[in-house]
């Protein structure tokens, strides 16, 4: 069965840093595409990253492209989200979900399109 667990929120200032972590376990996830969506009081769940799991290729939204980046760890089955530079506009609980296909040559962004979620960590920036 496939478990994903999120770490590494908190509250931080605006201009600060986050690293949020995703443990995975399951399964191997080398075909996989791995996300990171996030979902703000009132708002419906969004788009934020994306990796492929076999090559490391990434895709990311356009709000937090330069400032965000995606990676992954073979060895610790686990997927990163360095976000630099954060804005109280980042304020978001902030959740990883894995697709059990690559959606090559694109990045699944939507939800649906992600067949399992982890429980969410909290994100609060604060101005």
């Known amino acids: 069965q496939v478990q994903l667990v999120e770490s590494g929120g908190g509250l931080v200032q605006a201009g600060d840093s986050l690293r949020l972590s995703c443990a995975a376990s399951?399964?191997?996830?080398?075909?996989?595409?791995m996300g990171w969506f996030r979902q703000a009081p009132g708002k419906e769940r969004e788009f934020v990253a994306a990796?492929?799991?076999?090559?490391?290729?990434?895709y990311y939204a356009d709000s937090v492209k330069g400032r965000f980046t995606i990676a992954r760890d073979n060895a610790k089955n686990t997927v990163y989200l360095q976000m630099n530079s954060l804005k109280p506009e980042d304020t978001a609980v902030y959740y990883c979900a894995a697709a059990a296909r690559a959606f090559t040559p694109w990045f699944g962004v939507a939800p649906s399109e992600y067949d399992y979620w982890g429980q969410g960590t909290q994100v609060t920036v604060s101005s």
């Open positions: 990796i492929r799991w076999s090559t490391g290729n990434t």
């Open positions: 399951g399964r191997s996830f080398s075909g996989y595409d």
